[in-house]
Structures are given as structure tokens and as C-alpha cells.
């Protein structure tokens, strides 16, 4: 076999196969990076939580911090502690004061009543926390399991959007 035949039988076989590359994604760095973020959000002066997390990647033009392990803790009127929020990840939105966490998001309110589930949203304008995943909820009085969740930040007033279950210690009267 002549050896410019076998070059180019190997090169047209490198060429035939597709491109073995990485593609290039469209992302942008950040502008900050801030290690032990903290964030007090206030309306009005009445502080409605406080955001602390290892590290924040802020983004100024999209006006959003992605954080790592953010924990959140909600005031009741600006002075005693509703309910405390913890996740492997979140994003704080700056321009609507909205949060979302994702990952092991656990709430823990100050009577004890824990919530369970993967990603959570915070509306500030709404005051309401919210999600669609699979949410379980630990309270002293009893558990429940679902889909999907609509919630004040202290948990007083839940509702379970879907395929609702649970165990209650209620004793119901004659």
C-alpha cells in the first residue's frame, strides 16, 4: 500500500468523525465575589429577614447574587425570629428582594414545626414562600407530605397543593 494512500484514508477518518469538543456556553463571570455575604432586607424600617451565606457571586446587571449555603432568618415584625431557612444554594434577586433555595432546604420555625423539600421561593411583595416540589412537614402536633406548597414565612398558614397525606395526635371530640 503507497503511504500517501494510508494518510489520507486516516485523515478522511478523522474527519468524518464529529467534533469530540466541549461547547462553549454563553455564561458570564461575576462581577463580586464576596466570601461571608450578609444581607438585611427591610421595608419601611421593619426588618423582614436576614440573609447570611458562605460565599455570593454577584451578577449587577441581571441584579442577582447566587449564593452557597444560604440561611435565611425571617423576623416577625421586625423584632423576634419567625422562622429560619437553610440550603445548599440560592439566588437573591436585588430589584424585587425575592429569594429561591435550592438543595436540602429545610425551615424551622420558632414553634418547632420543621418543612422539608428541595427548592423554596420567597415573594416579597406576596410575603409568602412557595414551591411545587415534594414537601414534608414535622410539627408537634403531627406530619404531613405533598406536592406542591403556598406558605406564610412562619408556617402558620400552609397549604399543600397536592397528593396530601399525614399523621395527626388530635384528638377529635363526640
Known amino acids: 500500500m503507497r503511504p500517501s494512500i494510508l494518510v489520507a484514508g486516516v485523515g478522511l477518518m478523522f474527519c468524518a468523525c464529529p467534533e469530540m469538543r466541549t461547547p462553549v456556553t454563553d455564561t458570564r463571570l ?17 426588618r423582614l429577614y436576614t440573609l447570611q451565606a458562605e460565599r455570593a457571586f454577584v451578577f449587577d446587571r441581571e441584579q442577582r447574587s447566587d449564593v452557597v449555603n444560604p440561611r435565611v432568618t425571617f423576623y416577625e415584625e421586625g423584632l423576634t425570629v ?13 430589584r424585587t ?28 411583595a406576596l410575603r409568602v414562600v412557595r414551591t411545587d416540589a415534594a414537601v414534608e412537614i414535622f410539627t408537634p402536633n403531627g406530619n404531613l407530605r405533598g406536592v406542591g406548597l403556598v406558605s406564610d414565612a412562619g408556617l402558620q398558614r400552609i397549604e399543600i397543593l397536592s397528593e396530601v397525606s399525614g399523621t395527626s395526635s388530635y384528638e377529635l371530640g363526640p
Open 82 to 94: 419567625n422562622a429560619v431557612l437553610s440550603a445548599d444554594s440560592g439566588v437573591v434577586y436585588s
Open 97 to 124: 428582594e425575592d429569594l429561591v433555595a435550592r438543595g436540602n432546604v429545610r425551615v424551622q420555625t420558632a414553634d418547632s414545626t420543621v418543612l422539608l423539600t428541595d427548592s423554596l421561593a420567597w415573594s416579597s
Open 30 to 46: 461575576p462581577d463580586q465575589v464576596v466570601e461571608d455575604f450578609v444581607v438585611h432586607e427591610t421595608s419601611s424600617g421593619v
